[in-house]
C-alpha cells in the first residue's frame, strides 16, 4: 500500500521534469532578444538568489559556509561545468537550432555516463548497451533529415551543423557534471550546494557578457523577455531542482528514473505549441529512438542501485 503522502513526491517530480522540459522552448525567445551570454548570465544569477533563499528559508544558512569550506573543490568544479559550462553551451546551441531538437541533443549525457561507466566496470547486459548505443546514435543522425530524405539537409528544415555539435558537446559537459556530482554531494545538502555553485559562476559569465553585448540588452528588454528569464532562472532551475530532491525523498531511484524521460518530449511539444516548431518525421523518429536507446542504456548500465541514485542525484544542470 503506497505510504500516505506519496502523491505529494510523484506530483513534485513530474512538475519538475515538465520544468526542465520548457527550458529550451522559453529560453528561445530571450535568446534571440537579448543574446545566449545574457540569458546565461540571467539564469545563473537568478537561479544563485533563488536557491540560497531556499536554503535560508530552511533555516539552513549557517551551513552554507561549511559547505563552502568542506567540499569547496567540487563547487569550483561543478560551478564551472554546470553553470559556467554546460548552461552557457545551451543557450549557445539554442541560438542555432529549434528549441526542440536542442532540447532533446543535449540531453543525451546519459548515453555518454552509460558508455563510460561500462568502460570501467563491465556491464551485464553488453548487448543490450550495444544495442541502446546504435538506436541512440541512428536516432541523432535522424535528427538531421527533417523530412526522412537526403533533399531536406538543405531544404527549409534544415540543422545549422556547429548547432548540432556544440548541443552535443553541451551533453557531454553535462555527463561530467554528473559524474563530478556524484562524488560532491554525498551527504551534503545538494540545493546549498547548487546554490553555491551557480553564486561561484556569476562574476564568470559575467564577465564573458561584459566582453559579448553587455548588459545593456537585458534592461532593455520587453516584459515578455524578462517574464521568459524569470521562468528560466527559477523556475526551470531552482524550483525544479528543489522540487526534484523533496521528491527523492520519498520516491526510490527506480520509482522516479522513469520521469526524466518526460524532458525531451515535453519540450518538443511545447516548443511545437508556443514556438510553432515543426513536428517532423526525423524529429518524431529520431527522437523516439534517442529515447528508447538512453533507456536501454541506462538499464545496461544500472544493476547497482547505486548508479540510479547518483544519475538522479545529478540533475542539476
Request: hydrophobic letters at 55%; charged letters at 10%; one cysteine or more.
Amino acid at each position: 500500500m503506497p505510504a500516505p503522502g506519496i502523491w505529494k513526491s510523484y506530483a513534485a517530480v513530474i512538475v519538475a521534469s515538465i520544468l526542465w522540459g520548457s527550458l529550451y522552448p522559453a529560453g528561445k525567445l530571450p535568446v534571440a532578444a537579448v543574446g545566449p551570454l545574457q540569458v546565461a548570465f540571467c539564469r545563473t544569477l537568478l537561479a544563485a538568489i533563488a536557491l540560497l533563499a531556499i536554503v535560508a528559508i530552511r533555516g539552513r544558512a549557517g551551513s552554507l559556509y561549511p559547505q563552502a569550506r568542506q567540499r569547496w573543490r567540487g563547487i569550483v568544479g561543478i560551478s564551472f561545468l554546470s553553470f559556467s559550462g554546460s548552461s552557457v553551451i545551451a543557450m549557445i546551441a539554442l541560438e542555432m537550432l529549434p528549441a526542440s531538437v536542442n532540447g532533446i541533443l543535449n540531453n543525451t549525457h546519459p548515453l555518454w555516463i552509460a558508455l563510460g561507466t561500462a568502460a570501467f566496470v563491465a556491464p551485464r547486459r553488453p548487448v543490450l548497451l550495444i544495442l541502446g548505443s546504435v538506436l541512440a546514435l541512428v536516432g541523432v543522425g535522424l535528427v538531421f533529415f527533417p523530412d526522412l530524405s537526403f533533399a531536406s539537409i538543405a531544404g527549409p528544415n534544415a540543422l545549422n551543423p556547429l548547432g548540432v555539435v556544440i548541443s552535443l558537446s553541451g551533453s557531454g559537459v553535462i555527463a561530467a557534471n554528473t559524474v563530478l556530482t556524484r562524488r560532491v554531494m554525498r551527504q551534503g545538502d545538494p540545493i546549498a550546494i547548487t546554490g553555491l555553485a551557480s553564486a561561484l559562476a556569476v562574476p564568470v559569465v559575467g564577465i564573458l557578457v561584459a566582453f559579448n553585448g553587455g548588459f545593456a540588452p537585458i534592461f532593455a528588454a520587453s516584459p515578455l523577455v524578462l517574464v521568459l528569464l524569470l521562468h528560466v532562472g527559477i523556475g526551470c532551475t531552482a524550483i525544479n531542482f528543489s522540487l526534484w530532491f523533496y521528491g527523492l525523498q520519498r520516491l526510490s531511484a527506480v520509482q522516479a528514473t522513469a520521469f526524466q524521460y518526460m524532458i525531451p518530449p515535453v519540450g518538443v511539444l511545447i516548443s511545437a505549441i508556443a514556438l510553432h516548431e515543426p513536428l517532423t518525421a526525423g524529429l518524431i523518429i529520431g527522437g523516439a529512438l534517442i529515447l528508447a536507446g538512453l533507456l536501454a542504456t541506462q538499464i545496461a548500465t544500472s544493476e547497482r542501485r547505486g548508479y540510479l541514485d547518483h544519475v538522479l542525484l545529478a540533475r542539476s544542470r
